[in-house]
């Protein structure tokens, strides 16, 4: 992966962050997941939070997207002076190995760029953009379906990775069932850092925490985007403040969150399985 790939996008994340704005909160009461509006496919990682951060910065309202050459297919140009935005592609590659003997697939990784359909292609008609999310009583079926254990006491929301339960406060508590539902599946980010799921150290220490956070958070907002439910969850300013210094230092910084953020993703959504 291209150094100035990464750079680009740390400090696209940098400047909305300093802006007062979260890449992973949706403007709009949905959020959906960005998608190519050929293959119908969504993106996901990093693309995902790549292409909000960039709808966000550039005013974009719609969530498809395109490639040059797949515009170019439907008969679609891109206008005149815009810009795409990089997305890394996975490609396998066959090759022998160590030995000789046996041909084995090996992947790597190439930045490619995608544009806006809506507001930067012009020469397709296109349909409506779907609504491409699960009703909310899937979201009920994926937290039984973990198994995890779900406390409703007190008024605090955490998970206690000693004895492995989430605490709740009773939804009443809130004032929504959306931040309800925003703030349990941070918690359920957090309980897959246990050795018999994902298995994700934290360091116990503040930048430790801060990256759990983080990923946390990214985790949280790509979960609620496969329900449609706006992740709004309400960040400190020592977080913040953490982050931008962390991304300015380290630019695998997001790329370690939103690897980790996938990865926990996954394992809950296996459990549906």
């Known amino acids: 992966m291209k150094q100035d790939y990464k750079e680009k996008i740390t400090n696209q994340i940098v400047t909305a962050l300093e802006q007062g704005q979260i890449p992973w909160i949706s403007p709009f009461e949905k ?5 190519n ?7 996901n990682g990093l693309n995902l939070l790549s292409l909000w951060t960039t709808g966000m910065m550039s005013g974009f309202t719609g969530n498809y997207w395109i490639g040059f050459r797949q515009a170019d297919r439907l008969g679609g140009r891109v206008r005149k002076g815009e810009k795409g935005t990089p997305i890394t592609i996975c490609c396998p590659m066959k090759s022998k190995d160590e030995d000789e003997q046996e041909e084995v697939i090996k992947n790597y990784y190439k930045t490619d760029y995608v544009f806006n359909l809506y507001s930067q292609i012009e020469g397709i008609d296109f349909n409506a953009e779907p609504v491409n999310y699960k009703p909310i009583a899937e979201l009920d ?4 379906a973990t198994g995890m254990r779900i406390r409703h006491q007190g008024e605090r929301a955490y998970y206690s990775l000693d004895e492995d339960f989430i605490n709740m406060p ?3 508590k809130f004032k929504t069932q959306t931040a309800y539902y925003q703030t349990l599946a941070h918690e359920l980010i957090h309980s897959t850092m246990q050795s018999t799921r994902c298995n994700r150290v934290m360091e116990r220490n503040e930048q430790g925490r801060a990256l759990e956070e983080l990923t946390a958070e990214i985790g949280a ?6 329900f449609g439910v706006k992740a709004d969850l309400q960040n400190t300013s020592a977080y913040v ?4 210094k962390a991304l300015k230092n380290d630019t695998n910084y997001i790329f370690k969150a939103s690897k980790a953020a996938t990865e926990a993703v996954k394992w809950l959504k296996e459990k549906l399985t």
Do not use: N
């Open 141 to 144: 079926r994926l937290i039984t």
């Open 241 to 244: 403040q953490s982050w931008i």
């Open 221 to 226: 907002a790509f979960l609620l985007a496969e």
């Open 170 to 172: 009773f939804m009443g």
């Open 31 to 35: 959020q959906l997941i960005p998608m």
């Open 37 to 43: 509006y050929l293959t119908k496919r969504t993106y």
